[in-house]
């Protein structure tokens, strides 16, 4: 049967991420839970900046790119194709035909986050929109905003931005940062008294033993978090004696063996 009659799910389940990154001509390093290298995309970033994270199946990019998603993606973003072309160029190298199950509407990287359960501190903002056009043009799924609490901000001193939660490293909601969505400046506004050298964003949420990816822009977190990349955390403003100390005290609590800037 040929390739394109059959659907994108079936594909993913009988073909693995790792087993397409040579088609693509791609030989990444191992790190732990994650396969790294330069991005065959962009190009930039370094020989780390690409992350593949085999048991979720995604890809993520934390160099140009700044995307990601399933091992559809990864060969249409290589090979400059449509997802269909890139669905049946898999088939074709990997031998698979089968019947068609008629589900032919899964989209690349359609893995939905659970929703983060509520922590005492500051009262959760109701009123952010998370499927509103300008999160989505940010590259974001509704689901991702859902799950990190954040979203459109229509009013309020985040209004026009979209309205991420910050939290101490003990889960609790201790302020919001308001990032841009267009080309305003600064990238990012914080409520006044608000030391953003004291907390680094999604520190809370780090697992065990794995490397850290620290970035400058907390959208990088939920973009690398919704392709797969989980030990992420951002930034706030300007790197001090306090940022490091704290970024010092996450490796040592978490057993982190390094870290990855970008």
């Known amino acids: 049967m040929a390739a394109t009659q059959l659907s994108f799910s079936e594909i993913k389940e009988r073909v693995n991420i790792e087993q397409v990154l040579p088609l ?43 995307t990601g998603g399933d091992m559809l993606s990864l060969v ?21 035909t089968g019947k068609r199950s008629g589900d032919n509407s899964t989209a690349p990287g359609d893995g939905s986050p659970q929703p983060l359960s509520g922590k005492e501190g500051l009262k959760p903002l109701e009123y952010l929109q998370a499927s509103h056009e300008a999160v989505q043009a940010l590259g974001v799924r509704a689901e991702t905003c859902e799950h990190f609490g954040a979203g459109f901000a229509p009013k309020g001193i985040m209004r026009g931005r979209l309205a991420i939660p910050i939290h101490d490293m003990a889960g609790t909601l201790v302020a919001y940062c308001g990032r841009a969505v267009k080309e305003e400046t600064p990238l990012l506004i914080l409520p006044n008294g608000f030391r953003p050298d004291t907390v680094i964003f999604s520190a809370h949420r780090l697992e065990q033993g794995d ?8 959208l990088q977190v939920l973009k690398a978090y919704e392709n797969g990349v989980t030990n992420v955390v951002s930034f706030l403003g300007d790197i001090t004696a306090d940022t490091l100390h704290i970024l010092a005290l996450l490796m040592d609590e978490k057993d982190v063996p390094s870290i990855d800037l970008f």
């Open 211 to 218: 490397t850290i990816c620290v970035t400058r822009d907390p």
């Open 76 to 96: 249409a973003n290589v090979k400059q194709c449509s997802v269909r072309e890139a669905a049946e160029f898999i088939a074709a190298r990997t031998g698979i």
């Open 24 to 66: 693509v001509g791609l030989t990444l390093k191992r790190y732990q839970s994650q396969l790294r290298g330069v991005c065959p995309i962009c190009k930039e970033g370094g020989d780390r900046a690409f992350v593949v994270t085999p048991a979720k199946g995604l890809y993520y990019c934390f160099g140009k790119c700044s």
